[in-house]
């Protein structure tokens, strides 16, 4: 029979909250000296503000610059262009926000859009093609999970391993030769409209919205960012600190996987370069949209909102002729003003806490 154990009671205070605009909040608010405080931006758009600022301004510059911008056929290119950018900027996302990287997903895209070009060409249906190529990215980020958490690498070591593995199969696989030939029902997938809507941005909004649902109404995305705060803390609290990790970096290879098909079914084939690169445009989409590569603050509408930004800037550059170099040089700048103004933020937020 268990034991009781007394113990002695200990004194509480209860908190009770008051509604905002209350008498106190006047008294206040009338205090001599005090200021009224203005209600910013960042107070209605959260981190990602500052992302929305530059993109409002590079939307406007380029509306005065060329006449092409705002014509359907550009819009549509550039739909398509950020729409695959956006996926897997949100999928790597999930990873920053506990405070680590995954820099496989661009080899990842590119195994996943060449197997199911592979899987597509030698017979196999459209739809178990595209599950396969989907599931392979996901395999793969649980194999980057496991790493993390069961073999104890660092991240940047973990998915820095990936990214060649995933790299030479694909070369090996397709002899680092085109992979052509697709039907053309799988390529009217990345290339269909729906009501003049690309096919794309409906996808990628859609995968945007969810994890946005998941990051701020689930009790998973509640793990997600405590385990990016303190992860021993969270442990402590009860969150399941690996089994999230590990969500995490499969969450990321799908979404790297399901770009490499729709990556595919946009380029008509499955190249086995492709990707290339992806993974740091990922980060910098991340990064530029507001997330802290300490983990912990970042959302789905900031990674989304800094893919857009560098697609709008890479098509405006094409419209306007500009050196590609100067493009790079550009998202750069943005990466580090963006980083800056974090650790500004965090020490302000330190020393006024």
Do not use: H
């Amino acid at each position: 029979m268990p034991r009781l154990i007394w113990r002695e009671p200990i004194e509480t205070t209860t908190i009770t909250s008051r509604p905002p605009g209350g008498a106190a909040d006047d008294a206040a608010a009338q205090a001599p000296g005090a200021r009224p405080r203005v209600i910013t931006l960042g107070d209605i758009a959260g981190r990602e503000s500052g992302g929305l600022v530059v993109l409002l301004v590079a939307i406007g510059a380029l509306t005065l610059a060329s006449d092409e911008f705002l014509t359907g056929n550009n819009l549509a290119n550039l739909a398509r262009q950020v729409a695959i950018f956006a996926i897997i900027a949100v999928g790597q996302l999930l990873v920053i926000l506990t405070a680590g990287i995954d820099l496989s997903v661009g080899s990842v895209l590119g195994l996943a859009g060449a197997s199911t070009a592979q899987f597509l060409v030698a017979g196999v249906p459209i739809v178990p093609s595209i599950l396969l190529g989907v599931g392979i990215g996901t395999g793969l980020g649980i194999v980057n999970g496991l790493l993390v958490t069961r073999a104890l690498l660092p991240p940047f070591i973990a998915t820095l391993g990936m990214l060649g593995i995933a790299r030479g199969m694909v070369l090996l696989s397709t002899d680092a030769q085109t992979i052509q030939g697709v039907p053309d029902a799988f390529q009217t997938i990345a290339n269909g409209t729906v009501l003049g809507i690309p096919n794309l941005l409906i996808i990628a909004a859609v995968v945007t919205a969810v994890v946005w649902f998941v990051l701020t109404r689930t009790v998973f995305g509640r793990y997600i960012y405590a385990v990016g705060s303190i992860p021993e803390s969270a442990r402590l609290a009860g969150v399941p600190v690996r089994m999230v990790t590990i969500s995490v970096y499969m969450i990321s290879g799908l979404l790297a996987g399901l770009g490499g098909v729709l990556l595919a079914s946009r380029l008509g084939a499955g190249i086995p370069t492709a990707g290339t690169g992806f993974e740091l445009s990922a980060i910098a989409a991340c990064v530029i949209g507001g997330a802290s590569l300490f983990g912990a603050k970042g959302s789905a509408i900031g990674a989304a909102t800094g893919a857009l930004i560098m697609g709008v800037l890479n098509n405006g550059g094409n419209l306007l002729a500009i050196n590609a170099f100067y493009l790079q040089i550009a998202i750069g700048v943005l990466i580090l003003v963006a980083v800056g103004f974090d650790q500004l933020n965090t020490r302000r937020s330190a020393a006024g806490g």
